[in-house]
């Protein structure tokens, strides 16, 4: 049997996912990408062939993505990653037609066809309003652990809206609304819709059709998901662990690329 590897680093973690001949999904990796993203690949690539007891030598190509793929020296190729995104979402969905991918430092909508081709896109990458890095901010001004924004989205009742996009303005906000004493947990509810109403402007530029397929590492936020299907108005699919849809995707281009 033979191996095929796909490696996303991003600003914020770098993913590795390894296939099989089969397509079979045979294990991944996340960890964090540091300044040194060709680095942080090799160890996550040489941890997990260790765990799975490969070698090195099966592994026939090897494909990357993402942010830090042009400063990788070990891949065959590299591909975009609006286009691994699209290739990982139709191997687990193929029904999927519209995209959400939502990371540390950009935000994406991608409309896809029957095959997974890319069809449509836009992208938010201008600044950290709407992405990953956003609630991270806003979590150390909040004193808030950000795993918890799910929880506490889906028990709290009200929403205290944030009016700001801009991070830097965003926070000055926070603060503001700290000091009147507003309820931490309504802001976070609020946070999230910030959060979810980017995306949902993304998407309705290139029309929301349906199934819909959140990606990226906010995706494991449940309360960002939640407040999205609040504003489509239907419900949308997440992977199991939708951090790796991109490092996914340029597994099977390389398999495919073989």
């Known amino acids: 049997m033979s191996y095929y590897l796909g490696v996303d680093i991003g600003s914020v973690t770098t993913k590795v996912v390894l296939i099989s001949d089969k397509r079979e999904i045979k294990g991944y990796r996340i960890g964090k990408t540091g300044i040194d993203g060709n680095k942080s690949a090799k160890d996550l690539i040489m941890e997990l062939l260790k765990d799975l007891n490969i070698e090195l030598g099966d592994v026939k190509k090897i494909s990357a993505t993402g942010y830090g793929r042009v400063r990788v020296d070990f891949t065959d190729f590299t591909k975009t990653e609006i286009s691994c995104h699209a290739k990982g979402v139709n191997f687990l969905f193929p029904s999927a037609r519209t995209i959400i991918d939502i990371g540390g430092q950009d935000s994406k909508a991608i409309k896809v066809g029957k095959n997974g081709a890319v069809l449509d896109f836009v992208m938010n990458d201008k600044c950290a309003a709407g992405t990953g890095r956003f609630l991270e901010v806003m979590a150390k001004v909040l004193e808030e652990d950000l ?33 009147q004493g507003k309820n931490k947990n309504s802001i976070i509810k609020g946070l999230n819709y910030s959060i979810a109403k ?45 951090q790796i849809m991109g490092a996914l995707g340029a597994s099977i281009f390389a398999l495919e690329g073989a």
């Open 147 to 179: 795993e918890n924004f799910g929880r506490i989205h889906m028990q709290e009742k009200e929403v205290i809206e944030i009016t700001n996009i801009c991070t830097v303005f965003a926070e000055s906000e926070i603060i503001t609304l700290l000091s």
């Open 198 to 242: 980017r995306a949902v402007s993304l998407v309705k530029r290139i029309g929301a059709e349906k199934d819909v397929v959140m990606t990226g590492g906010v995706a494991k936020n449940q309360g960002v998901k939640m407040a999205i299907e609040d504003l489509l108005g239907f419900n949308i699919l997440l992977p199991e662990d939708p």
